[in-house]
């Protein structure tokens, strides 16, 4: 007891010896793996919270305590990042004491189809969809109540659609379409009933678009003085409705962007996952349709550690649930991608070897011929083979088939090859972006 007090003071002084600011605090067992992940609005005051005398954390995270011998932090920029922080590295490192945010629930975003006559305006939580193809994307979001409620505010404003309707300008019929209710109260300007010019449109879509890549601060300074004017006013119900807004409007700023990989399982891939399903089978010369693909990536890290990774796409979307990391233990100095290959394909597969379980339709190795050959090899041992295994070169983008020296070399819109790539690079991302969040930390001087 003494010794364990002893511990958890020293956690404690660490804890309290952070920066004040927002951040996820991730707590490690004494091998270095984390065991729980969290997120604080003040890192000290949090994270300390934990190693106090009086902690209680409940009968489900209480035995944590008797595990963690240190902790990592990484601070960010403010509440927002590190709910989206925390999302992310839960879904990746999948800890044994986060029971929630490892589902598939994703943060929603706010899309404007600019490719459409008339542009809408939609929230969703999935980019894949065909609907949204070269959409201009805003987010992720982690306010979906506040978002909402900023979208049909701003509405009222610009007047854009946010109907699923297929208008286009050349329609006569457009005409005698009567338009919904939104026409009347002035916060949709009716392009489905021909009430609006197809520039006019466009017009107030532009103008959108400037305003959500602003700072808005024009807007935030008259709803303010109508917020003081109500109060003094004694109409306070009407000044708490507009205080309400500007916290919404406030809220648009926080946000990422789909460039930083916060949410890759509800990004877009590539165009069409049935085709792209289609057409790799196709190329492999397979008689069965492809259902699942699962692709293996070896990835070296800071301190000469190297892991493997193992992500899996069922019907050419990512599936969370079923990412893999794996540890290299067999091999010792240097950095063996070979030896770590036959390691990890090995113990993924050691199971659907001896017919306990299915092969996946599809293996993928990222890597070239000598990567494709590793993998053989460890599966030559088993009793089962699979049915397909391949290997993407980078670079160029080969694809190397079995029991085939020479290359096949596609064109790079062709959608397989695209589904290949994306899984590839899922796997890369999968194995490095806790590494990577980590360093970028260091670099910051954090």
């Known amino acids: 007891m003494a010794k364990d007090r002893e511990r958890l003071d020293g956690l404690l002084k660490k804890a309290r010896g952070l920066d004040k600011v927002p951040g996820v605090y991730l707590m490690k067992d004494s091998a270095g793996v984390v065991v729980y992940v969290g997120k604080a609005s003040v890192l000290p005051n949090r994270v300390s919270s934990y190693f106090v005398p009086s902690a209680d954390l409940g009968p489900k995270k209480q035995p944590m305590l008797d595990l963690i011998v240190d902790f990592d932090v990484i601070s960010c920029e403010g509440e927002w990042e590190a709910l989206l922080t925390e999302n992310r590295l839960i879904?990746?490192?999948?800890?044994?004491?986060?029971?929630?945010?490892t589902d598939d629930k994703t943060f929603p975003y706010l899309v404007i189809t600019v490719r459409d006559d008339?542009?809408?305006?939609?929230?969703?939580?999935?980019?894949?969809d065909e609907a949204y193809r070269g959409a201009k994307t805003f987010g992720p979001f982690t306010s979906v109540y506040a978002l909402r409620e900023s979208v049909a505010l701003l509405q009222k404003v610009f007047k854009f659609r946010t109907c699923?309707?297929?208008?286009?300008?050349?329609?006569?019929?457009?005409?005698?379409?009567?338009p919904?209710?939104?026409?009347?109260?002035?916060?949709?300007?009716?392009?489905?009933?021909?009430?609006?010019s197809k520039e006019a449109y466009r017009a107030d879509i532009d103008r959108f678009i400037r305003f959500?890549?602003?700072?808005?601060?024009v807007m935030l300074r008259e709803l303010r003085q109508d917020m003081e004017a109500a109060s003094a006013e004694l109409r306070y119900e009407e000044a708490a409705a507009v205080r309400d807004q500007i916290k919404a409007i406030e809220k648009l700023d926080e946000r990422g962007t789909t460039g930083q990989n916060?949410?890759?399982?509800?990004?877009?891939?590539?165009?069409?996952?049935?085709k792209g399903l289609e057409s790799l089978r196709k190329t492999l010369g397979m008689s069965q349709q492809i259902r699942c693909l699962e692709c293996i990536d070896i990835a070296h890290l800071q301190g000469g550690e190297t892991v493997g990774s193992k992500v899996?796409?069922?019907?050419?979307?990512?599936?969370?649930?079923?990412?893999?990391?794996?540890k290299i233990t067999t091999v010792k100095g240097g950095n063996d991608d070979y030896a770590s290959i036959r390691e990890v394909v090995s113990r993924r597969y050691r199971e659907a070897g001896q017919g306990q379980e299915l092969f996946p339709d599809v293996i993928l190795i990222d890597g070239g011929l000598g990567q494709?050959?590793?993998?053989?090899?460890?599966?030559?041992?088993?009793?089962?083979?699979?049915?397909?295994?391949?290997?993407?070169?980078k670079k160029e983008e080969l694809i190397y088939v079995q029991k085939k020296s020479e290359p096949v070399r596609l064109s790079k819109t062709n959608l397989g090859l695209k589904l290949c790539m994306a899984a590839r690079d899922e796997a890369h991302r999968f194995a490095q972006h806790y590494h990577h969040l980590l360093r970028t930390k260091k670099v910051l001087g954090e």
Request: proline content about 8%; some cysteine; overall charge positive.
């Open 91 to 101: 879904k990746d490192i999948h800890p044994r004491f986060n029971a929630r945010l």
């Open 118 to 128: 008339f542009p809408g305006v939609f929230i969703t939580r999935n980019l894949t």
């Open 164 to 178: 699923h309707l297929e208008i286009h300008d050349g329609d006569e019929k457009r005409r005698f379409f009567r």
């Open 180 to 196: 919904c209710l939104l026409y009347p109260i002035k916060q949709c300007s009716a392009p489905c009933g021909a009430k609006v």
């Open 212 to 217: 959500l890549e602003s700072k808005r601060s």
């Open 262 to 274: 916060w949410q890759p399982e509800s990004e877009s891939f590539y165009v069409d996952p049935e």
């Open 312 to 326: 899996c796409f069922v019907d050419g979307r990512p599936l969370k649930s079923q990412y893999r990391r794996y």
């Open 372 to 393: 494709l050959h590793a993998a053989q090899e460890a599966l030559f041992e088993m009793d089962v083979q699979p049915p397909m295994v391949i290997s993407l070169a």
